[in-house]
């Protein structure tokens, strides 16, 4: 019988990998209500983003994003305390970035009219990572859940630098 401080994974030596706790491991409901909420709000932002312009939608996803994004700073916040695994420099280098995108860069490709797409398609790769990571944070004895969280990026990240940069410049 396996312990309530045990799970049901194994870890590379075949023993069961033990359950990480911290003074948040009595909010691990609250979490995991959170995770699905950024994985809904993801996918509603996707949706937003297919059907409207960012141009003409852009307050509403930008109070969506907002939103989904202190859910990010939480889950940061999380692998700096040891609650959840995860690249610590990584998520700060990468939501730094992103609101950086949001607070700097959307607003001036708003107001010069230069490629009204480009917005969209930075939304996409910031939609299609997350959406491809929750499941596997609302599923952990999943692998399919983690191979597709682990493979999808491969192809959103060099997306969404790519774009990011372009509407930087």
Known sequence: MISPTRSKQKDNTGKPKRRRTT????????????????????????????????????????????????????????????????????????????????????????????????PTYILWSWCCTEISRYPMYMFPTSSMMRNIRMVVPLITFPWGCATEAYASY
């Open 23 to 118: 003074f948040l491991t009595p909010f691990s409901v609250i979490f995991s209500l959170l995770n699905w909420v950024a994985f809904f709000g993801w996918s509603w932002v996707f949706y937003l983003s297919i059907r409207d312009e960012y141009s003409d939608a852009a307050a509403t996803i930008d109070m969506y994003i907002l939103i989904l994004e202190g859910i990010c700073l939480v889950e940061v916040f999380r692998i700096l305390v040891g609650d959840l695994p995860g690249n610590l420099v990584l998520g700060i280098i990468l939501h730094a970035i992103r609101f950086t995108v949001v607070f700097q860069v959307m607003p001036r490709l708003l107001s010069s009219n230069v490629n009204d797409k480009i």
